[in-house]
């Protein structure tokens, strides 16, 4: 039992880290769509993912989207909860199922890789289902894949992957040593 309120304390504080990074770090990734703004939150989400899992990870995606859409992007509303659920979800699902498997500093390379093409890969339909939700059109949409959705994608699960790299294992190491 004491390990399941362990396990559940450091979701809680990977999932308020993600929270106040959310917060305190957004801003454009691309010139020409301002509205697609990066944030670092993914990275406590993929640690998370990294550490205990695939369903642990998807938690603190539920949260932290949960927290975002009901705040920062109050204005996408559940829109962008689902959108934000389904890109992070599935990078991090993929992600820490490889990792699970090859745990090691070569798997963690080749899953954040693969979690990279799989976020990429699955917000091209999720754009071109839920944009238009926002009064953008499909035409617009269409247009926007290769020029902004794909870059973005890419950009901000690159950035995240390199720094979850960085920080991974000291950060994973100080949660299961000091809590």
Do not use: C
């Not at 699902?93 to 390379?109: M, Q």
């Not at 990429?120 to 959705?149: C, D, H, S, Y």
């Amino acid at each position: 039992m004491k390990y399941d309120i362990n396990k559940l304390v450091k979701i809680a504080v990977l999932s308020a880290l993600a929270i106040v990074l959310m917060i305190l770090l957004r801003f454009p990734l691309i010139p020409s769509a301002p509205y697609m703004e990066y944030d670092p939150a993914d990275i406590p989400v993929f640690i998370g993912g990294f550490m205990y899992g695939p369903i642990a990870g998807l938690i603190i995606t539920v949260i932290v989207s949960f927290i975002q859409a009901i705040t920062v992007s109050a204005s996408s509303g559940w829109i962008g909860f689902v959108m934000h659920v389904i890109a992070t979800g599935s990078f991090v699902i993929v992600a820490s199922l490889i990792y699970k498997k090859i745990h090691t500093y070569k798997g963690a390379i080749i899953s954040l890789i693969a979690g990279t093409i799989t976020m990429t890969v699955i917000m091209i339909p999720a754009n071109l289902i839920f944009t238009p939700m926002f009064g953008v059109p499909l035409e617009t949409v269409k247009a926007g894949i290769l020029t902004i959705i794909v870059p973005f994608n890419l950009l901000k699960a690159i950035i995240n992957s390199v720094v979850t790299l960085l920080v991974y294992k000291p950060l994973s190491r100080i949660l299961k040593d000091k809590f």
